[in-house]
């Protein structure tokens, strides 16, 4: 028999910890950046610019990729396109050798290593200070790279993140899910943009001094790495709307799962190759910001789970047979809307199926971590969907 002493303790701290990541935490967040938020420069600068675009088989994108970065409003004689070729087997690498003419190059690796691989590489062969990161199936509007790299006329800043818009004809409540948490990502990007200091960039578009960016090993998250190290060393990192990419967002719950699971890992991966970033005594905002924004969020799986458990074995208190029925319809709600998530009246369903959906592969992918899982090679989403 389950002694329940402590189950109301259990119960509370963990509804206080997921009160905490998803409402309290953005509410300071915001009103500390009302208070503390810092004005930078934003000037149209045309310095020269590196274009790194990470591929692995992208034959069917990589064409319309490059078509859009050439046509992007910048003098091209000051843009330098990279393409780095991760191992693709398909005719990824003689599309983008075709454009050689134009000025792009090939950097076709042998291996299939990670993207973080490509990276590393690619910025080592970097010509210019200002380096920036696409991706091979997201494309950008026209003026984005001006957007993008005017943040950099305000010395301080060391790295700027671009807003990703997702994109999908055939719309299911895993797209629409998608964009409820992309809204509520903006609302906290901003805040932590004002300070200076954003939590993690969108790998489709963002820009980094490359006397700033450090070789990261290769399980290792360079889009939520790479900006903190830059934050670390003393710069700011922002975030600039208007320099928009866009994508198609996953449609399939598999694929999304599969997703938010390697992330975590490589999340957790990276942050314990790095404590020093969660050291207040070094940087206490930044390490208040990692443990809210991401440490915790990633946890809330666990909190649920606990709430779930210690409710049902307290349902004999009303408070608590409620709150058990409570946590138990998100759920219900979930996985009907995982059934019928094409069905009509989807809309109802978003939260909770996204909120169940993202934070159960949270917890597989913590628990990859603890296995010693590490995340190295990579397939884009849309790949494994079509296969």
Not at 11 to 23: D, E, H, I, R, S
Not at 215 to 244: K, R
Not at 368 to 373: C, E, Q, S, V
């Amino acid at each position: 028999m389950i002694h329940t002493r402590y189950l109301p303790a259990i119960f509370w701290a963990c509804f206080l910890l997921t009160g905490y990541v998803y409402f309290i935490y953005p509410i300071l967040l915001t009103r500390l950046a009302r208070f503390i938020g810092r004005h930078y420069i934003r000037n149209e600068i045309i310095p020269p610019v590196s274009i790194v675009i990470s591929a692995y088989n992208e034959e069917r994108t990589i064409a319309e990729k490059i078509d859009n970065t050439l046509s992007l409003d910048y003098p091209p004689e000051l843009v330098e396109i990279i393409v780095g070729s991760d191992g693709s087997t398909d005719k990824t690498n003689e599309i983008a050798r075709s454009y050689a003419h134009k000025g792009v190059r090939l950097l076709a690796f042998p291996e299939n290593r990670g993207k973080t691989m490509v990276q590393n590489d690619c910025v080592s062969r970097a010509s210019h200070e200002i380096v920036v990161f696409m991706d091979a199936a997201s494309m950008c509007e026209e003026c984005s790279l001006k957007k993008l790299v005017a943040n950099f006329a305000d010395s301080r800043v060391g790295a700027v993140a671009g807003r990703v818009v997702f994109t999908r004809e055939s719309k299911n409540l895993t797209t629409e899910s998608q964009g409820v948490y992309w809204r509520y990502e903006q609302i906290l990007k901003q805040a932590e943009s004002s300070l200076g200091s954003l939590v993690g960039v969108d790998g489709p578009l963002y820009a980094i001094r490359k006397s700033l960016y450090t070789t990261l090993d290769q399980d290792m998250m360079s889009d939520f790495i790479s900006p903190l190290l830059v934050i670390g060393s003393g710069s700011s990192v922002v975030y600039e709307p208007e320099a928009v990419t866009y994508e198609d967002a996953t449609t399939s719950t598999a694929d999304e799962f599969n997703t938010r699971r390697r992330i975590v890992t490589r999340g957790f991966t990276g942050i314990s190759r790095h404590l020093e970033l969660l050291n207040p005594a070094g940087n206490p905002l930044l390490a208040w910001q990692i443990l809210s924004h991401k440490v915790l969020r990633w946890l809330v799986g666990f909190y649920y789970t606990g709430m779930l458990i210690s409710s049902l074995f307290l349902a004999g208190r009303r408070f608590y047979l409620l709150a058990f029925g409570g946590l138990a319809a998100v759920l219900g709600m979930s996985f009907y809307g995982m059934k019928f998530r094409s069905g009509p009246g989807r809309g109802w369903y978003a939260i909770p199926y996204y909120f169940i959906l993202v934070n159960l592969a949270a917890m597989f992918g913590v628990m990859d971590y603890l296995r010693g899982k590490r995340v190295i090679s990579w397939k884009p989403v849309r790949q494994a969907r079509e296969v």
